[in-house]
């Protein structure tokens, strides 16, 4: 190559920039959530979606022996130890759950009933809807609030995506962090952790809903 000249770009495959536009789109999706989800004045709620490969050889079909081996490496993990250090949690405190169906179905539907009231309560502060008594079922629309549900789910879905890539159909293992939520009257909100676990790669997205 001659001085000043730019070297051409790698050719990616079909399956990487299938990667790549994944990525933005899970990334896109999870700010403008956060763009709709305002906790206070000044705070909005913050989701991550990070997805990078564990370097495990999984088996699903011995899902005691995939489960073991992903809870001996989340530890190690470099995004454990970054919630660790950023004080997410204590070390005692991040310990995996295994999430079934049953219950992964019950911590989306949760998120989503938790951001249709947060933006909900936002578009009331704004002006946009009456008041509204929060008992009232069903409670009122908002501007936005087809948005605020696509945007959800389709956080959970493109990261699905993701990481099923390589698992030959099987739906990804799902684990949390502070999943289900709980959340008492004393606290301010939030911290939590959704793993989704593929055979190549993991999709780790965190959210912060603390005020």
């Known amino acids: 190559m001659l001085d000043g000249e730019i070297a051409a770009p790698p050719a990616l495959t079909e ?54 081996a992903f809870r001996a490496w989340w530890p190690k993990s470099d995004r454990w130890a970054e919630l660790v250090e950023d004080e997410w949690w204590e070390e005692d405190e991040a310990d995996l759950h295994r999430l079934d169906d049953e219950t992964l179905a019950k911590v989306l539907t949760e998120f989503e009933e938790h951001n249709l009231e ?51 159909g099987v739906a990804p293992p799902a684990y949390g962090i502070g999943l289900p939520v709980d959340v008492s009257d004393d606290d301010y909100g939030f911290q939590a952790c959704l793993l989704l676990v593929g055979a190549e790669s993991v999709g780790i997205v965190t959210i912060d809903a603390s005020a």
């Open 15 to 68: 399956g990487e920039y299938r990667q790549a536009d994944l990525a933005v789109r899970a990334a896109c999706a999870a700010e403008l959530l956060g763009e709709f989800v305002w906790l206070t004045n000044n705070d909005r709620m913050e989701v991550n979606v990070n997805v990078q490969p564990h370097g495990l050889d999984l088996d699903f079909a011995d899902p005691g022996a995939a489960d073991a």
């Open 118 to 168: 947060q933006a909900r309560s936002g578009a009331w502060a704004m002006g946009d809807i009456d008041d509204y008594d929060i008992d009232d079922d069903p409670q009122p629309r908002f501007p936005g609030d087809q948005l605020v549900v696509f945007l959800g789910r389709d956080v959970f879905d493109t990261v699905t995506a993701q990481v099923a890539d390589g698992s030959g």
